[in-house]
Every structure is written in C-alpha cells, then in structure tokens.
C-alpha cells in the first residue's frame, strides 16, 4: 500500500511522477504536418494522420499569467491560485497552474518549468514553476 497520489487526469504525466519533481509533459507530434498536441492524441486534429508521443522540453517561457481568486464551480484548488501560459520550443503553447512562488513573481517573457503539482491534496497534475 503506498500513499501516492493520483493524477488528475492520466496520460499528462509518466505514472510514476513523484510530487515536486521535474517532469516532461507527454504530447504527441504528427508524423505528416508536424503539429503539436497536448494532450496527446491518437491521430492528428489538423490531417487525421497518425502521431507519435513525445515528451515536451521541461523549460518553457511564461506567455500571460493571471490570479483565480473566486473558485469556479467544483473546483478542489485552494484560491487564490495562479494561471499561465507557457510556450514550449516545440510550438505548443500549454495553460496550468502556477506553482505559489511563481504566482507572486510572474512575468511575461520569463523561463518556467513544468513539475508533477500536488494542486490539492492526493491529487497530481502538472504545473509551472520558476526554472532554475
Ligand atoms: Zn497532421
């Protein structure tokens, strides 16, 4: 019996992702136009061709930021939180939550990273923080 958490949504992350550890986030690449997604998908939404998973650089930089300070309906995140989002090398931009430090620190044009969030508690997903 182990205490790991689960992840919000499988297949954004490696299942074995600890919390606060550095992680690539998993997309996909079409083999025929090229085109980037994230989440990953089976074929591409542009061509209908097949793809192939590949993991994201895990340095990104921070393309807009706000602050959720009401929580929408159901949400289980603590408010307030953070938003951004980062553009990858890879030409996908990705929206998440933004680690508490980066909240108080963000600015567009800054380098980012993404790691496995423990948003709320027992609970995985993906997350940018400030890049070492
Ligand atoms: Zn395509």
């Not at 919000?8 to 997604?37: F, I, N, Y």
């Not at 289980?76 to 953070?82: F, L, N, Q, S």
């Amino acid at each position: 019996m182990t205490n790991r958490p689960v992840h919000v949504r499988e297949g954004l992350l490696a299942p074995d992702s600890r919390p606060d550890q550095r992680v690539a986030l998993r997309a996909s690449r079409c083999g025929t136009c090229g085109l980037v997604a994230f989440p990953k998908r089976e074929t591409c939404e542009a061509c209908a061709a097949t793809t192939a998973e590949i993991a994201l650089s895990t340095r990104a930089t921070l393309s807009a930021h706000t602050e959720v300070i009401h929580p929408p309906p159901d949400s289980k995140v603590p408010v307030p939180y953070g938003v951004g989002l980062a553009t990858f090398p890879e030409g996908i931009a990705i929206l998440g939550l933004l680690a508490d430090e980066l909240r108080h620190a963000a600015r567009i044009g800054i380098a980012v990273e993404t790691f496995a969030y423990e948003a709320f508690p027992g609970h995985l997903t993906y997350g940018f923080r400030i890049a070492d």
